[in-house]
């Protein structure tokens, strides 16, 4: 255990450092999560070496602060296996992620929009043949049975 808290303390020298405003509060999080679970580190061990971490920040967290954030990373689950930092042989700093294989993507297969009709175009008659031509199709889709019936509208707009 003493090799997983002096590697758990390489790591704290590099870990990104929690602003407040911006993320800290996450930022502290993972690190104690990093303690948790990627060092194997019990909670104690965890909030010493979470007291260090806080001494290098423009405004530290209080010491109940502290404790809070080691007892949620202790109880919050981890998609990695445990003790997934004690493996790397490199030094500790943050490097991307590449991808899932599996991630969808989608192509678009047209990039021009039907453009729609002006609006001096739109009149009652071509209202009044857009509504029945939606009970058309209502009345083919229901099996012949028509739904929706349209009344003949007087024309408004002459």
Known sequence: MTNNIEQAR?????????ISGRGGHNTTFKVACTLIHGFE?????????MTEYNERLDEPWTPVELRHKVDGASIAASRRPPGYMLSRHEPYKRTPVAPPAHRTTWK?????????????????DSIDNFHE???????????GEAIATVASREKVLQ
Do not use: C, H
Request: charged share 15%; net charge neutral; aromatic share 2%.
């Open 10 to 18: 390489e790591y704290i020298l590099t870990a990104p450092l929690a």
């Open 133 to 143: 031509n939606q009970a058309a199709e209502t009345a083919r889709t229901k099996g």
């Open 41 to 49: 580190l019990s909670d104690a061990d965890a909030l010493k070496l």
């Open 108 to 124: 678009i297969t047209s990039k021009t929009a039907t453009p729609a009709p002006p609006l001096a175009a739109v009149t009652n």
